[in-house]
């Protein structure tokens, strides 16, 4: 029998019980939805956190920081990194990594999270310490004024000067400027490493207000930061250590990601981590890589069930046609053919099941998109300082399109393989004895 | 006259059921001969073992002892494939029709050329041809339910004829239809025979009905205890 006509007769099969082919569809519609809405969702969340972190980041930088094999996220919040080592970076290190070859230049960076405080308005902010010559060297695109003027040797005055981010400039974003550019503002910090706790209050001027960086600015400048020169970190904050330095680098190739990162850490005897901000996009690919399997897993159970529910239909189906098996064995059908005829129903099955649950999970995901994004996802950033809401754009991959299309039809397939085999299998005597 | 080899042959044939724990001799060693051209009735009561040997001649059943020669060819040392090829050179009519019901009856008359592989113009020609030939081409559209019983026994035999069989096998073909219809269906199997040399094979119960063959075997407890050449 030719493949078409075999096909022609399984359709015509699947079109007399059309409310029965159609719930058994519906059962892959729906596992199929569910996976192309999970996974297209997750990517799409996947692209706008990345984009969000790379807003901030600078790829040609590497992030130095105490402890061996420290965590991803030392970078703002200082803290969830580092290891119980006694070991500390000093603000002098930067000396010693300027040396290195392939090290255009380094900035140390003290951070604490602290409070700004403007006339009664009091905002949380990350207060940090820099060089702004270097820093603004190593974030050239990042760490530039949107008014004001960073001075780049500030302390050449008598008033300590200071750049705000964004965040903290306009921390509602609705033009309530709680510091602008020549504003006097007091850096509130508490001291907790004394007893009692001591409260230091240090009152500055605002020299500059950052452009709006945006994303989640992991490594790089923030939009919820003050900055101070470093100088006057180390005296404030009363500490030579810092918690990290910035590190430059001559290229960002691998090779030369590698090469500095080795140097870096021989010259610390293994005492510091080295991360590149491509090694931290690329932890954050691998956790959503895990999040996607077990999304996809959660999704694969329900086709599973509407697998179970496709033999369910064809066992009943296989006894209501055993009498029609036994006369096309009678006409001369190779048991092959009737194998295939039931193979056939279920690929129409599968591919039918496929197509209206790819466009039923796009759908769904965007509907589940728009909600989220209208109401706003609070991503709280290190130590909840700020919280921004972004967009999640559902994307469909080529990939994700042709694995839930391969994905329905094989489970299909698979599950129709046990009645069909029967089916094949049936002695057209006895098939065509039955009532 | 020299005989051609016969079409069906069956030789010293036996089948046995176990019905529960109890075996039951349905066939207790047949020898049959049907030549290329013949009408053979084989008459019956019920349970003399006549559905049986149709079954063994239409390869749908393998006997228990014995053998089937169909056309020279011995049944018993074909395998599942080289079976559904041969049962495609035999035209089967069954008493309750077993036309497909969601098919029309030009569909029911082209399944079997489908199944042989046939073309869908060309099957779709020869399907009319059938139909116009068993009196039903006003009717092709028609679906079995919406076909009397004589008419749907006419695509059943219209189908039998699709592959250009070797013999048709009947099985008691008038047994649901009313005895006017029948005798009309009668008329056409004979017409096939007597003017298209179609070899006819066909087991009823019916004495009157057996009379329109050329050859008739009686079987009782599965056996052939009479022949009667009508020629």
Known sequence: MKVGDVFSYAFGAIRLRKLRAGLTTLGVVIGIAAIVALLSISQGLQVTITDQLQSGFATDTLIVSPGSGGGMFSGVGGGIGGSGSDFSLMVTDTQLINEIEGVVTSAAIIQEVG???????????????????????????????????????????????????????????????????????????????????????YAVTVAAVLEEIGGLSLTGPSDSAVYIPISQAQSFFGTDECDRIVVKIANEDDATIEAVSDAIEEAFSGQVSVRSSTAVLNTISSVFSTIELFLAGIAAISLLVAGVGIMNIMIVSLMERTREIGILKALGMKSRTVLAIFISEAVIVGLLGATFGIGLGWVLANVAATIFTGGGIAVATGQGAVSGAFAITPILTPTLLMGAFGFGIAVSVIFAIYPAWRASKLKPVEALRYE | ?????????????????????????????????????????????????????????????????????????????????QLADLRRSIGFVFQFFNLIPRLNAIGNVELPMAVSGLGKNERRKHAEELLET??????????????????????????????????????EPTGNIDSKTAREIMGLVKRLNEDEGVTIIMITHDQQLATQATRIVKMLDGSIIKEIDQL
């Open chain 1, 115 to 201: 409070y700004i405080k403007s006339g009664d308005r009091t905002v949380q902010a990350y207060v940090v310490g820099v060089d702004f010559e270097v820093y603004s060297e190593v974030y050239g695109s990042t760490f530039v004024a949107e008014s004001g003027e960073i001075l780049l040797n500030p302390e050449a005055g008598t008033v300590v000067v200071v750049v705000v981010g964004k965040r903290v400039s306009d921390p509602w974003q609705n033009g309530t400027i709680v510091c602008g550019v020549n504003g006097s503002v007091e850096i509130v910090w508490t001291n907790t490493t004394v007893r009692p706790a001591e409260n230091k209050t």
């Open chain 2, 1 to 81: 006259m020299v005989l051609a080899k016969p079409i069906v042959e069956t030789a010293d044939l036996k089948k046995t059921y176990i019905l529960g724990k109890v075996p039951v001799n349905a066939l207790r060693g047949v020898n049959l001969k049907v030549e290329k051209g013949d009408f053979l009735a084989i008459l019956g009561p019920s349970g003399s073992g006549k559905s049986t040997l149709l079954n063994m001649i239409g390869a749908l059943d393998k006997p228990t002892e014995g053998k089937v020669f169909i056309d020279g060819v011995d049944v018993s040392t074909l395998n599942d494939n």
């Open chain 2, 134 to 171: 068993v009196g039903l081409k006003e009717r092709m559209k028609h679906k079995p339910a919406e076909l009397s019983g004589g008419e749907r026994q006419r695509v059943a035999i219209a189908r039998a004829l699709a592959n250009n069989p070797g013999f048709l096998l009947m099985d």
